[in-house]
């Protein structure tokens, strides 16, 4: 587990042709040029395939000798973002007719060696990421991947089975380096904080002490060493607010129990480093979040482990780190020694080709609302939809539902929903799933077949989405065998009226008291199932699929109504279902989202909604008995049904209310 290799080729650039770099492997790569960064890869891929990256590297080639290197991590370990499958690495540099290089073929041969200054036994970042970051290095630790003629000791490598081989399908982000904006404070601290004895004690960071069977890594007692408990041994003493321009040449002298803080205007996803100089043995800590908690950077809010160590003999070193990130602010701590730092930045990695729209209008909140959304949209659309660039990454499905269908507006394309249902589409099963349930988030492993038992019938109602935004019916025909076997699987929880009940697995209807209700029976599920019936109906020319629907919304519409709201649940009373009295906000707004309920059928109701629901509901507190809804999914569903009706003014008062404030953090 957490086995760095490094592999490296010297070819000869033919003059006068084009020269492709053609890659993939597994868990995940980075990819250097003669000694510059190339990208970080590969997509991600569902269960025995790999996606291909290429590269036309041509005008960057120089005469004579050129050096390509990668380094590959192998993690190993399940996780929410990525597989666990045997790690690797199949590439090839090539014109239009030879092979200047391989991993397995022709022309030079890469060749492999581990990398020691990654450390290989540290604790995982998250419970849905794999491991942290942790190095131990000397000045010429990357030498091997910036010079040709460097020493290098290889290592044998064993050929592995051929994955079936797909396209990337999607753009390369930029890489863009942003500086920070400013330095927004400096200080002192010292050794005064209090620890946990353990990260099994550590309540922070709960997925610590999970290691086990269910979620792979090193235990505890294991680890070489912990910098997410040693950072909490130390205790700010002196933090002075200075917020100066930032100049990327200028160098920074940092004193052991010396920090400085970065701003970088903006939270942005990608690989953060910098130039660091220093003169003799020195441990600098980079601590980051996407806010300061009263001041300072609190690197334990998002339960991740947002410490990375680096411990350096004297030299100079270019430091970044492997694997993506998401922050604002960045604190550089020195924990003994010292160190002259210059040049920090974020190389974002983030979808490059989101900006055929553009939206300006005369309220600066909307105009705000827009660039933070299209911010979070392009940090979260790379190779497929993920939930968040920072503590899971995860490739959920149900929320691309929403996100995906802003891409034909900030993209002009669905190539990165395509690669979405592709990666459902391809495996031949899926691995501790029930027959014909899909996962949760995938690619990824759910071990123990945990599954959220609602996300697939989401999964069909953007599928008819998707085919209505790309017209790609030929995506939506592979998948005929896999929509019509999650039916397969519903069927035997329909009770006499259609209905389905005691479901199994994660029963989620939303982040709020809507999910103390889902059991034994749940309205808005059933309202959920009608919809993808009939979507499903309407995709494969299946009639009976959209008379199924139409009947179980006739009778959600008699037993969930009681007069003024729809219901949550029914419960078993004599042995026979009976509505209970529980009702939500966001039971509502599942009847007209999901065509159960529209405003000419319930116009009380729907006055109701519009009038004196939503974001005033927090100062009027009207209807108390009834509990809010969450931001998701309830506050979008309430953005789209008003939306749907025109009410597009209340649209955005309700928009801005509801988000700006996230925007302003």
Same mark, same amino acid.
């Given at each position: 587990?957490?086995?760095?290799?490094?592999?490296?080729?010297?070819?000869?650039?033919?003059?006068?042709?084009?020269?492709?770099?053609?890659?993939?492997?597994?868990?995940?790569?980075?990819?250097? #040029?003669?000694?510059?960064?190339?990208?970080?890869? @590969?997509?991600?891929?569902?269960?025995?395939?790999?996606?291909?990256?290429?590269?036309?590297?041509?005008?960057?080639?120089?005469?004579?000798?050129?050096?390509?290197?990668?380094?590959?991590?192998?993690?190993?370990?399940?996780?929410?973002?990525?597989?666990?499958? !045997?790690?690797?690495?199949?590439?090839?540099?090539?014109?239009?007719?030879?092979? #200047?290089? /391989?991993? +397995?073929?022709?022309?030079?041969?890469?060749?492999?060696?581990?990398?020691?200054?990654?450390?290989?036994?540290?604790?995982?970042?998250?419970?849905?990421?794999?491991?942290?970051?942790?190095?131990?290095?000397?000045?010429? /630790?990357?030498?091997?991947?910036?010079?040709?003629?460097?020493?290098?000791? @290889?290592?044998?490598?064993?050929?592995?089975?051929?994955?079936?081989?797909?396209?990337?399908?999607?753009?390369? @982000?930029?890489?863009?380096?942003?500086? !920070?904006?400013?330095?927004a404070a400096e200080g002192e601290f010292d050794w005064s904080g209090k620890a946990p004895k353990s990260l099994m004690e550590d309540r922070s960071i709960p997925?610590?002490?999970?290691?086990?069977?269910?979620?792979?890594?090193?235990?505890?007692?294991?680890?070489?060493?912990?910098?997410?408990?040693?950072?909490?041994?130390?205790?700010?003493?002196?933090?002075?607010?200075?917020?100066? !321009?930032?100049?990327?040449?200028? /160098?920074?002298?940092?004193?052991? /129990?010396?920090?400085?803080?970065?701003?970088?205007?903006?939270?942005? !996803? +990608?690989?953060?480093?910098?130039?660091?100089?220093?003169?003799?043995?020195?441990?600098?800590?980079?601590?980051?979040?996407?806010t300061l908690a009263d001041g300072d950077v609190d690197y334990k809010r998002l339960m991740c482990c947002n410490v990375l160590a680096y411990t350096l003999a004297p030299g100079e070193y270019d430091l970044e780190t492997f694997e993506p990130y998401g922050l604002q602010f960045l604190k550089l701590m020195v924990l003994g020694g010292e160190c002259e730092v210059d040049h920090i930045f974020i190389r974002e990695y983030a979808a490059s080709d989101i900006w055929?729209?553009?939206?300006?209008?005369?309220?600066?909140?909307?105009?705000?609302?827009?660039?933070?959304?299209?911010?979070?949209?392009?940090?979260?659309?790379?190779?497929?939809?993920?939930?968040?660039?920072?503590?899971?990454?995860?490739?959920?499905?149900c929320d691309p539902l929403f996100s995906a269908s802003a891409a034909p507006l900030l993209s002009g394309h669905t190539k990165v929903e395509r690669n979405l249902f592709q990666n459902y589409m391809l495996p031949d099963h899926f691995v501790d799933m029930p027959d014909g349930m899909l996962p949760m988030c995938y690619p990824a492993d759910q071990y123990g077949g945990t599954f959220v038992t609602q996300w697939p019938l989401w999964f069909i109602l953007q599928l008819e989405k998707y085919l209505e935004r790309s017209g790609d019916r030929q995506m939506v025909?592979?998948?005929?065998?896999?929509? #019509?076997?999650?039916?397969?699987?519903?069927?035997?929880?329909?009770?006499?009226d259609g209905l389905l009940h005691d479901l199994q697995g994660w029963v989620f209807v939303e982040w709020s008291r809507s999910n103390e209700y889902v059991q034994p029976l749940n309205y808005p599920t059933n309202m959920l199932y009608a919809a993808s019936l009939a979507a499903a109906g309407r995709m494969y020319n299946l009639p009976q699929f959209i008379d199924q629907a139409e009947g179980l919304r006739k009778v959600v519409r008699e037993q969930s109504y009681d007069g003024q709201f729809f219901v949550d649940n029914a419960v078993r009373k004599d042995g026979k279902l009976v509505p209970t009295h529980n009702r939500t906000e966001t039971c509502q707004y599942y009847a007209f989202f999901f065509d159960v309920a529209a405003p000419e059928t319930y116009p009380h109701l729907w006055e109701t909604l519009v009038k004196e629901f939503g974001p005033r509901r927090h100062t009027t507190k009207a209807y108390p008995d009834i509990p809010p809804s969450n931001a998701f999914m309830g506050n979008v569903m309430r953005q789209d049904i008003l939306s749907r009706a025109g009410l597009t003014d209340q649209v955005a008062h309700e928009a801005i209310d509801n988000l700006l404030y996230m925007a302003e953090i």
């Amino acid at each position: 587990m957490n086995l760095f290799v490094g592999f490296c080729a010297v070819f000869e650039a033919p003059a006068g042709r084009h020269v492709y770099l053609r890659m993939t492997g597994c868990t995940f790569y980075q990819v250097y #040029l003669n000694g510059k960064f190339q990208g970080w890869g @590969p997509g991600r891929a569902p269960l025995n395939y790999a996606r291909v990256d290429l590269w036309d590297i041509t005008d960057l080639l120089v005469e004579g000798k050129n050096l390509v290197s990668v380094e590959v991590a192998g993690y190993n370990v399940n996780a929410f973002y990525v597989m666990n499958e !045997p790690s690797f690495l199949q590439a090839e540099v090539v014109t239009d007719s030879d092979v #200047l290089a /391989s991993t +397995g073929g022709d022309g030079q041969q890469f060749k492999a060696k581990v990398l020691p200054h990654h450390i290989q036994k540290v604790q995982r970042y998250t419970f849905q990421r794999t491991f942290s970051e942790v190095y131990h290095m000397e000045a010429q /630790s990357n030498a091997w991947r910036e010079h040709a003629g460097f020493p290098f000791e @290889p290592v044998a490598c064993e050929v592995t089975p051929q994955r079936k081989l797909i396209a990337r399908g999607v753009a390369f @982000p930029n890489y863009a380096k942003r500086q !920070p904006e400013m330095i927004a404070a400096e200080g002192e601290f010292d050794w005064s904080g209090k620890a946990p004895k353990s990260l099994m004690e550590d309540r922070s960071i709960p997925s610590a002490a999970r290691i086990g069977p269910g979620m792979l890594g090193y235990a505890w007692t294991d680890l070489a060493e912990i910098p997410y408990l040693e950072a909490q041994k130390t205790a700010t003493e002196v933090n002075n607010r200075i917020d100066q !321009p930032y100049v990327p040449d200028r /160098s920074l002298r940092i004193k052991a /129990s010396q920090f400085k803080t970065f701003d970088f205007g903006t939270n942005l !996803p +990608g690989f953060f480093g910098a130039h660091v100089t220093v003169k003799t043995p020195t441990k600098i800590y980079f601590t980051w979040d996407e806010t300061l908690a009263d001041g300072d950077v609190d690197y334990k809010r998002l339960m991740c482990c947002n410490v990375l160590a680096y411990t350096l003999a004297p030299g100079e070193y270019d430091l970044e780190t492997f694997e993506p990130y998401g922050l604002q602010f960045l604190k550089l701590m020195v924990l003994g020694g010292e160190c002259e730092v210059d040049h920090i930045f974020i190389r974002e990695y983030a979808a490059s080709d989101i900006w055929t729209a553009d939206f300006h209008c005369n309220d600066a909140r909307l105009n705000e609302l827009f660039a933070a959304g299209r911010e979070c949209y392009r940090a979260n659309a790379l190779d497929t939809y993920q939930d968040n660039p920072t503590r899971e990454r995860g490739t959920w499905i149900c929320d691309p539902l929403f996100s995906a269908s802003a891409a034909p507006l900030l993209s002009g394309h669905t190539k990165v929903e395509r690669n979405l249902f592709q990666n459902y589409m391809l495996p031949d099963h899926f691995v501790d799933m029930p027959d014909g349930m899909l996962p949760m988030c995938y690619p990824a492993d759910q071990y123990g077949g945990t599954f959220v038992t609602q996300w697939p019938l989401w999964f069909i109602l953007q599928l008819e989405k998707y085919l209505e935004r790309s017209g790609d019916r030929q995506m939506v025909a592979d998948l005929r065998a896999r929509v #019509l076997k999650l039916f397969d699987y519903f069927r035997p929880f329909q009770n006499a009226d259609g209905l389905l009940h005691d479901l199994q697995g994660w029963v989620f209807v939303e982040w709020s008291r809507s999910n103390e209700y889902v059991q034994p029976l749940n309205y808005p599920t059933n309202m959920l199932y009608a919809a993808s019936l009939a979507a499903a109906g309407r995709m494969y020319n299946l009639p009976q699929f959209i008379d199924q629907a139409e009947g179980l919304r006739k009778v959600v519409r008699e037993q969930s109504y009681d007069g003024q709201f729809f219901v949550d649940n029914a419960v078993r009373k004599d042995g026979k279902l009976v509505p209970t009295h529980n009702r939500t906000e966001t039971c509502q707004y599942y009847a007209f989202f999901f065509d159960v309920a529209a405003p000419e059928t319930y116009p009380h109701l729907w006055e109701t909604l519009v009038k004196e629901f939503g974001p005033r509901r927090h100062t009027t507190k009207a209807y108390p008995d009834i509990p809010p809804s969450n931001a998701f999914m309830g506050n979008v569903m309430r953005q789209d049904i008003l939306s749907r009706a025109g009410l597009t003014d209340q649209v955005a008062h309700e928009a801005i209310d509801n988000l700006l404030y996230m925007a302003e953090i």
